[in-house]
Nanobody, 124 residues
Framework: QVELVESGGGSVQAGVSLRLSCAVS????????MGWFRQAPGKERELVAA????????YYADSVKGRFTISRDNAKNTVYLQMNSLKPEDTAVYYC?????????????????WGQGTQVTVSS
């Protein structure tokens, strides 16, 4: 059984940085492509960033490009989302997701396992 546990969320002022972590257990991280999604109140869950199983390719939503960085440490079974220059519109619950494939997907349906989410609140 695969388990994903996110950490690192919090309440911060606009302009600062946060780093989210997603610890994977049950199977090795190297088995999965990974994604970070977010869901704001009243909105659909959206893909923010994704990384291939090898780590050789990444994807970013236009809204976070240049500010967020996804990375993975297979030795630590952990995926990270470095979030810089945070904005109030980044406020959401952030979810880590694993896809049983080499390449990442773009939709919620494309991922097999999910964490419980971590809240990020950015105030102006």
């Amino acid at each position: 059984q695969v388990e994903l546990v996110e950490s690192g969320g919090g309440s911060v002022q606009a302009g600062v940085s946060l780093r989210l972590s997603c610890a994977v257990s049950g199977r090795t991280l190297s088995s999965y492509a990974m994604g970070w999604f977010r869901q704001a109140p009243g909105k659909e869950r959206e893909l923010v960033a994704a990384i291939t199983r090898s780590g050789g390719s990444t994807y970013y939503a236009d809204s976070v490009k240049g500010r967020f960085t996804i990375s993975r440490d297979n030795a630590k079974n952990t995926v990270y989302l470095q979030m810089n220059s945070l904005k109030p519109e980044d406020t959401a619950v952030y979810y880590c997701a694993a896809r049983d494939s080499a390449g990442y997907g773009y939709t919620v349906e494309g991922y097999n396992y999910w964490g419980q989410g971590t809240q990020v609140t950015v105030s102006s």
